[in-house]
Each structure stands twice: as structure tokens, then as C-alpha cells.
T-cell receptor, first 115, second 118 residues
Framework: DADVTQTPRNRITKTGKRIMLECSQT?????MYWYRQDPGLGLRLIYY???????NKGEISDGYSVSRQAQAKFSLSLESAIPNQTALYFC??????????????FGPGTRLTVL | AQTVTQSQPEMSVQEAETVTLSCTYD???????LFWYKQPPSRQMILVIR??????QNATENRFSVNFQKAAKSFSLKISDSQLGDTAMYFC???????????????FGQGTILTVHP
């Protein structure tokens, strides 16, 4: 089984609809992240959480909200979807290894289309 | 703030040959981490290799190696004996260690599409 899972894998929705993307991990990591990927722009950070009680905005958090329901679960919500939120969304997790390096591991991504 | 730049939008190589992907970055920090991620058509983001800035020795992982030039702020990826399965988008990324407000956040370059031809 995959260490980081995302549901749904693909979603088509309409402008104004509320939508939630879910992420679960079995790696036991404390840190979780949500990124957005647009063509030609690489990945950009939306929100990140270093533990259940710690949630922080990334560089492009407007129009998004998150919930850290447990150490293993981190959800991303679009309260009122708009077409320019059409993108590929990635969840990632990380933790310090024995060398003190923080390496992020990604889920398979969710392709979201807002019509 | 950190920035990462990949100046090669697309590259191609023949199977079994060697190719080098370029990456430059900018940071005011002395300690940081650098990564190469691979994104095949399946769109999964896969860690290829990582380098800690405090280590002078270049990282290697089987056919993948880096040329880390700290003074020049350059971090190139060399793929030896290229295989068809290496066809993917490659992203260079950087992050900062614990202790700062930017800790743990990855900054990505724009990506380089690599095509391996048979």
C-alpha cells in the first residue's frame, strides 16, 4: 500500500461549489503539506502543518482552508471553487531523519478541474 | 527568500548516454538542503537525490549524481546510462533546516522535461 494517499484522484466540479481533497499517510510523520502544480510554475505551497495543533499558510493560501484531523490526516478545502483553481494538487509528508534532514514524500496527486 | 531556477525547459538524450540537467538557486542562508524530484507521466513526485549544503561531497544514487557548486549556487543533476524510464519532468528544489520560519518548506524550480529516445 502507498505511504501517502490522496482522494479523489480526479475531480470535476462547477464554479461556486465547495470541495474537499483528502490526504492520509501511514509514514508516521508529523509534518504535512499541500502544494498546487500549474504548468510552467512548478509546485507552490498552499498550507503546511507541523503537528495537529500547528497550521500555517503557505505562499498561495487565499481561497483555500485546511483541517488537520489527526497526525495521519490533512484535508484541503475550496469553499467556493473558481476556474483558476484548476490544477494538480499534491499532499506531502516529512519528518527529520537520523542525519537531521527533512525530506518530503509526495502523494499521487489530485487532478481538479473547475468549470 | 529562496529562489530556484531551471533554465532548460526541455532536454533530450539517447538511451544509454549521459545527460546533465541544470539548476541554480539563491539563498542568504549558509545551511540548506537541495533536492531533485522526478515526475513521470504517472504524475507521481519521486525523490531522486538530495544534498545537504554542509557536505562537500557530491551525492550519488546509482546512475544519478549531482555536481554541487556552493559558491556558484549551482546544483546540476547528471543521469548516466539513460533509460527509457527516465523520461519525466525533473524538478530542482531547496529547503531550509530547523530553526527558521521557512523550515521544511520546499521551493521548486519550474521543471525540465527530459525525453529519452531509443
Amino acid at each position: 500500500d502507498a505511504d501517502v494517499t490522496q482522494t479523489p484522484r480526479n475531480r470535476i466540479t462547477k464554479t461556486g461549489k465547495r470541495i474537499m481533497l483528502e490526504c492520509s499517510q501511514t509514514k508516521g510523520h508529523d509534518r504535512m503539506y499541500w502544494y498546487r502544480q500549474d504548468p510552467g510554475l512548478g509546485l507552490r505551497l498552499i498550507y503546511y502543518s507541523f503537528d495537529v495543533k500547528d497550521i500555517n499558510k503557505g505562499e498561495i493560501s487565499d481561497g483555500y482552508s485546511v483541517s488537520r484531523q489527526a497526525q495521519a490526516k490533512f484535508s484541503l478545502s475550496l469553499e467556493s471553487a473558481i476556474p483558476n483553481q484548476t490544477a494538480l494538487y499534491f499532499c506531502a509528508t516529512s519528518d527529520l531523519d537520523r542525519e537531521g534532514t527533512d525530506t518530503q514524500y509526495f502523494g499521487p496527486g489530485t487532478r481538479l478541474t473547475v468549470l | 527568500a529562496q529562489t530556484v531556477t531551471q533554465s532548460q525547459p526541455e532536454m533530450s538524450v539517447q538511451e544509454a548516454e549521459t545527460v546533465t540537467l541544470s539548476c541554480t538557486y539563491d539563498t542568504s542562508e549558509n545551511n540548506y538542503y537541495l533536492f531533485w524530484y522526478k515526475q513521470p507521466p504517472s504524475r507521481q513526485m519521486i525523490l531522486v537525490i538530495r544534498q545537504e549544503a554542509y557536505k562537500q561531497q557530491n551525492a550519488t544514487e546509482n546512475r544519478f549524481s549531482v555536481n554541487f557548486q556552493k559558491a556558484a549556487k549551482s546544483f546540476s543533476l547528471k543521469i548516466s546510462d539513460s533509460q527509457l524510464g527516465d523520461t519525466a519532468m525533473y524538478f530542482c528544489a531547496s529547503s531550509l533546516p530547523a530553526g527558521g520560519t521557512s523550515y521544511g518548506k520546499l521551493t521548486f524550480g519550474q521543471g525540465t522535461i527530459l525525453t529519452v529516445h531509443p
